[in-house]
């Protein structure tokens, strides 16, 4: 149990750092390029004709690639308030329960759209699908979607065994209330 919960946790920390900043910096060129198409706008009157285009989908691929490191620090899909009520009442062992079952319903939830996206993907490769300056080919976004999602899942399969294991040791005891869990 041990070497796996050590596993998951350098999983964990690479798709972290990694994902973490290649979201961070599709963010941070997409925010410079859409301050540059205002200036371009408003001070040259011009603009890139696929540029609203490459803002949205890039702008939403960077948010898809971030799901999974909101996943990692478990601030994704989070309802705290009733877990937060049955910790202060006492109701630990549900409290560990509730963390198993949630986790096991995110894997579950975002492996299936993951896994359903593939018809789209492969609608999008077929048909040559582009976005409305016909300059942006589709399937690429459509990737980085399904990946996001399939990497939310295979991180919350992994919390899930984590949870299973800290229910089992029955770490739910000694534990303090997160400030934020995904419950």
Known sequence: MDSFLAFSQRAKDWI??????????MLLLLTLFALLEIVRRYIFGVVFEWGQ???????????????????????HLVMNAIIQLLHSR?????????????????????????????????YALDRDLTTYSLLIPLWPFYLILMFGFLLMSFIAALQLIEDIIGFIRKDYLDEDMEITTDV
């Open 16 to 25: 972290d750092r990694l994902v973490g900043w290649v979201s961070a910096v």
């Open 53 to 75: 285009d490459a803002l949205i989908v890039g702008m939403v691929a960077a948010v898809a690639l971030y799901f999974g490191v909101t996943q990692i620090r478990r601030s």
């Open 90 to 122: 006492g109701h630990l062992r549900v409290v560990g329960a509730l963390k198993v079952v949630v986790s096991a319903i995110i894997m579950v939830f975002c492996a299936a759209i993951g896994i359903t996206g593939w018809p789209t993907l492969s």
